[in-house]
T-cell receptor, first 117, second 112 residues
Framework: EAGVAQSPRYKIIEKRQSVAFWCNPISGHATLYWYQQILGQGPKLLIQ????????DSQLPKDRFSAERLKGVDSTLKIQPAKLEDSAVYLC???????????????FGPGTRLTVL | GESVGLHLPTLSVQEGDNSIINCAYSNSASDYFIWYKQESGKGPQFIID?????DKRQGQRVTVLLNKTVKHLSLQIAATQPGDSAVYFCAEKGGSQGNLIFGKGTKLSVKP
């Protein structure tokens, strides 16, 4: 089966510009996640979708970050305006089951490496 | 607060030796733990998981041990190979929505 697809793989922008990332999860996966991974650290959850609804966006900096999954399949994450500290790898992951406690194997895409100058 | 940490940021082993990567977690309510492997330029790749009602689980060349008394998790890799070189993350499922919380990672380097 095809894995999680993300694009672009790399993006370089100047601060105060806007940028968007795209993710296509594994077919049939109900739950989609966006993570931010700063160099040398583990991924940090930004937002979690179940189908087309937001389950958890408590760690999303909503003044500049937004995300949507309108049809419950692919998703976009936007940053506007970008700051220097947004330089990171943005990972998308999907899992087959609905959110909640219990086992939940997440499958990750290759990520988009963002550099803000 | 909830956190997952690792005892050693780097680990260097000889090819063929066994590797042990350790992880401490702080949320005693976490009920599910996963080890991920991340190679350079790639996303994390699932290795093995364990539920809190178990203390050991084995996969192919990998074993995860869970000690809930001291809130400690370890990943053992048998006969470490050059292809095992990567950063290894432990993650716990214990957020308010049952989300994964990742630790900082341990870089494993395998010397030929």
């Amino acid at each position: 089966e095809a894995g999680v697809a993300q694009s672009p793989r790399y993006k370089i922008i100047e601060k105060r510009q806007s940028v968007a990332f795209w993710c296509n999860p594994i077919s049939g996966h109900a739950t989609l996640y966006w993570y931010q991974q700063i160099l040398g650290q583990g991924p940090k959850l930004l937002i979690q979708f179940q189908n087309n609804g937001v389950v958890d966006d408590s760690q999303l900096p909503k003044d500049r970050f937004s995300a949507e999954r309108l049809k419950g399949v692919d998703s976009t994450l936007k940053i506007q305006p970008a700051k220097l500290e947004d330089s990171a790898v943005y990972l998308c992951a999907s899992s087959p089951r609905t959110s909640g406690r219990g086992t939940d194997t997440q499958y990750f895409g290759p990520g988009t490496r963002l550099t803000v100058l | 607060g909830e956190s997952v940490g690792l005892h050693l940021p780097t680990l260097s082993v000889q090819e063929g030796d066994n590797s042990i990567i350790n992880c401490a977690y702080s949320n005693s309510a976490s009920d599910y733990f996963i080890w991920y492997k991340q190679e350079s330029g790639k996303g994390p790749q699932f290795i093995i998981d364990i539920r809190s009602n178990m203390d050991k689980r084995q996969g192919q060349r990998v074993t995860v041990l869970l000690n809930k008394t001291v809130k400690h998790l370890s990943l053992q890799i048998a006969a470490t190979q050059p292809g095992d070189s990567a950063v290894y993350f432990c993650a716990e499922k214990g957020g308010s929505q049952g989300n994964l919380i990742f630790g900082k990672g341990t870089k494993l380097s395998v010397k030929p």
